[in-house]
């Protein structure tokens, strides 16, 4: 599976931005789609994540409720909306993806940087 994430760019705390992730290579509904982030200096970290039907979605405590994951099965694509923008969530956001009966996700795209300024 190749994936391919855009969508990031410099944001006021506050503001909004919407990532997208293309996936390619092999049948998209059959994989659970998620996203993670990595800031500099600390560990990547788990954002969310969508089952391959898109009615189940999981979220770290931190972006509840202000970010939301969502998926085009028809597009092959999926979407990380961010709103209520956070200086903390600064960060490179990666695409990845799982298959359903595997726990941990092994397909990952190259990342894309999101900069929240003050």
């Known amino acids: 599976v190749q994936l391919q994430a855009y969508g990031g760019g410099l944001v006021q705390a506050g503001g909004y931005l919407r990532l997208s992730c293309a996936a390619s290579?092999?049948?998209?509904?059959?994989?659970?789609m998620g996203w993670f982030r990595q800031a500099p200096g600390k560990e990547r970290e788990f954002v969310a994540d969508?089952?391959?039907?898109?009615?189940?979605?999981y979220y770290a405590n931190s972006v509840k409720g202000r970010f939301t994951i969502s998926r085009d099965n028809a597009k092959n694509t999926v979407y990380l909306q961010m709103d209520s923008l956070k200086l903390e969530d600064s960060a490179v956001y990666y695409c990845?993806?799982?298959?359903?009966?595997?726990?941990?996700?092994?397909?990952w795209g190259q990342g894309t940087l999101v900069t929240v300024s003050s």
């Open positions: 290579g092999r049948t998209f509904n059959n994989l659970v």
């Open positions: 990845t993806a799982r298959d359903t009966s595997s726990a941990v996700f092994h397909y």
């Open positions: 969508i089952w391959w039907s898109g009615d189940s979605t």
